[in-house]
């Protein structure tokens, strides 16, 4: 009997972290379009003053970096 008991605290413990976890994620919210489409603009405007101002080689490494954050906040 204790044993049932035991489970059943366990059990539950697990939904409730399960559910916890589930509407902490669901509460995040997506950017919006506009958000991302301003981002963008942003990204590509700090790029070309960057290859201005140092290199293009410097500024496409920048790039890469900041276009994998941009790619996996706003297109995935």
Partial sequence: MILSR????L????VAAVAALGSAGAAQAEPSTEHCDVR???LEA????MA????YEEASDWWQARWQ???RS???
């Fill in 11 to 14: 059990a539950i413990a697990g």
């Fill in 52 to 55: 201005e101002r140092r290199s």
């Fill in 40 to 42: 963008l603009d942003r």
């Fill in 69 to 71: 954050a941009y790619h």
């Fill in 6 to 9: 035991s489970r059943r605290r």
């Fill in 46 to 49: 700090q790029f070309y003053d």
């Fill in 74 to 76: 706003c297109v995935i």
